[in-house]
């Protein structure tokens, strides 16, 4: 049974630096590219970025509102995936899933989320 | 970026019923289109990827149909169970993947 669960969320100030993870198990982690999608409070489903498998170059994709604040990395030796949040806004609030993302870039598998507040 | 627009945004409807959910994109997607349902407080889970096909274990009243800019997600008699919400996600843009704004459907 695939599972994925994440950890590290919590209350953070405006400009600071949050660091997620993933822990994966049921599948063999590193043949699977991975995604984090978040959802606001009230909101809708967003998004983050996405990290491709290690024979596919490990290469990385993020959504604009992030890109070059946020870092997706993985750990295939931990069947770990990582959310490196830094230089944090009070609109990054929300909880956010790690997903499994299939070649077709649907997400096939989600984390039951984890929430990330920001606020002074 | 493709813009993803579903509509209705909400939706009340009866056991039974025979339901349709519309998602529009902002240009050509062909078939990349993807349905997700997420029930209140826990994570979404997939329905259909590529527009019409059904995700293993997924209850066969869910279909998909759709290509280019125009979608839709039909369920054919609505269990309790479905009462939900439902988004669209676009998977043509690889490099930018976006939802649509989703569509409450709920109890008459």
Same mark, same amino acid.
């Given at each position: 049974?695939?599972?994925?669960?994440?950890?590290?969320?919590?209350?953070? !100030?405006?400009?600071?630096?949050?660091?997620?993870?993933? &822990?994966?198990? $049921?599948?063999?982690?590193?043949?699977?590219?991975?995604?984090?999608?978040?959802?606001? *409070?009230?909101?809708?489903?967003?998004?983050?970025? @996405?990290?491709?498998? !290690?024979?596919? $170059?490990?290469?990385?994709?993020? &959504?604009?509102?992030?890109?070059? @604040?946020?870092?997706?990395? @993985?750990?295939?030796?931990?069947?770990?995936?990582?959310?490196?949040?830094?230089?944090?806004?009070?609109?990054?609030?929300?909880?956010?899933?790690?997903?499994?993302?299939?070649?077709?870039?649907?997400?096939?598998?989600?984390?039951?989320?984890?929430?990330?507040?920001?606020?002074? | 970026?493709?813009?993803?627009?579903?509509? *209705?945004?909400?939706?009340?409807?009866?056991?039974?019923?025979?339901?349709?959910?519309?998602? @529009?994109?902002?240009?050509?997607?062909?078939?990349?289109?993807?349905?997700?349902?997420?029930?209140?407080?826990?994570? *979404?889970?997939?329905?259909? #990827?590529?527009?019409?096909?059904?995700?293993?274990?997924?209850?066969?009243?869910?279909?998909?149909? $759709?290509? $280019?800019?125009?979608?839709?997600?039909?369920?054919?008699?609505?269990? *309790?169970?479905?009462?939900?919400?439902?988004?669209?996600?676009?998977? #043509?843009?690889?490099?930018?993947?976006?939802?649509?704004?989703?569509? !409450?459907?709920?109890?008459?």
């Amino acid at each position: 049974e695939v599972q994925l669960v994440e950890s590290g969320g919590g209350l953070v !100030k405006p400009g600071g630096s949050l660091r997620l993870s993933c &822990a994966a198990s $049921g599948f063999t982690f590193g043949d699977v590219w991975m995604s984090w999608v978040r959802q606001g *409070p009230g909101k809708g489903l967003e998004w983050v970025g @996405r990290i491709k498998r !290690k024979i596919d $170059g490990v290469t990385t994709d993020y &959504a604009a509102p992030v890109k070059a @604040r946020f870092i997706i990395s @993985r750990d295939d030796s931990k069947n770990t995936l990582y959310l490196q949040m830094n230089s944090l806004k009070i609109e990054d609030t929300a909880v956010y899933y790690c997903t499994t993302d299939s070649a077709l870039d649907y997400f096939d598998n989600w984390g039951q989320g984890a929430l990330v507040t920001v606020s002074s | 970026d493709i813009q993803m627009t579903q509509s *209705p945004s909400s939706l009340s409807a009866s056991v039974g019923d025979r339901v349709t959910i519309t998602c @529009r994109a902002s240009q050509n997607i062909l078939t990349y289109l993807n349905w997700y349902q997420q029930r209140p407080g826990k994570a *979404p889970k997939l329905l259909i #990827y590529t527009a019409s096909t059904l995700e293993s274990g997924v209850p066969s009243r869910f279909s998909g149909s $759709g290509s $280019g800019t125009d979608f839709t997600l039909t369920i054919s008699s609505l269990q *309790p169970e479905d009462f939900a919400t439902y988004y669209c996600q676009q998977s #043509y843009s690889s490099q930018q993947l976006t939802f649509g704004g989703g569509t !409450k459907l709920e109890i008459k």
